[in-house]
């Protein structure tokens, strides 16, 4: 059998299938999409928020997950907003225009620190019927050498995605924080959008 040019030789490509088998890599079965499959990511994000949301909120275990979080740079814009909310509230929140009723500075805590942190002043929010509040998160890398991201404000761009009270939030303007703060969107209890 005849090479195409730029392919690489017969004894390359073998290594490279026996190197992937050993790495625990499977062949596929089928090679074709299924489009008439529903997408498994977008399911089960409304079932963790459904389940989230009909969770009592009396109990004592969290609503944040600690599993890996995707990094984000520390001058990256954060912003998230639930599909249905008007465009219009989305704008003001962005802009700084909402103004926010409370505020937590999450600076110096460590990861699980700043977790329960989060959730009792969410939960404290929510009890006084707040209706936008600030986090400061800050922008500052690891100490970890294997980190080289900002720990926290990623974990809270995780996090504030999971909580089903937050209906949007985004990076606050410069005179509030701008990328190292967020401006957090709630839910009164038992409002509609």
């Known amino acids: 059998m005849s090479r195409r040019q730029g392919e690489p030789p017969e004894e390359e490509i073998s290594l490279f299938r026996q190197a992937l088998e050993e790495a625990g890599v499977r062949r596929l079965q089928a090679n074709r999409a299924d489009p008439g499959r529903p997408r498994r990511q977008a399911e089960s994000l409304a079932e963790r928020r459904a389940a989230a949301t009909a969770a009592d909120p009396s109990q004592a275990t969290s609503r944040t997950s600690d599993g890996r979080v995707e990094p984000v740079r520390p001058s990256e814009y954060l912003d998230f907003a639930l599909p249905d909310l008007p465009y219009r509230t989305q704008a003001q929140l962005k802009r700084g225009r909402i103004s926010w009723e409370a505020g937590l500075d999450l600076h110096g805590y460590t990861l699980e620190e700043a977790r329960r942190e989060l959730e009792s002043f969410l939960h404290d929010a929510l009890a006084r019927r707040s209706r936008c509040v600030l986090v400061v998160h800050g ?55």
Do not use: M
């Open 139 to 193: 922008k500052a890398r690891s100490q970890n050498a294997l980190e080289d991201y900002p720990v926290i404000k990623s974990h809270v761009n995780a996090w504030l995605r999971e909580w089903p009270s937050v209906l949007a939030f985004c990076s606050a303007i410069e005179a509030d924080g701008g990328t190292g703060a967020v401006y957090i969107l709630l839910r009164r209890r038992g409002e509609a959008l």
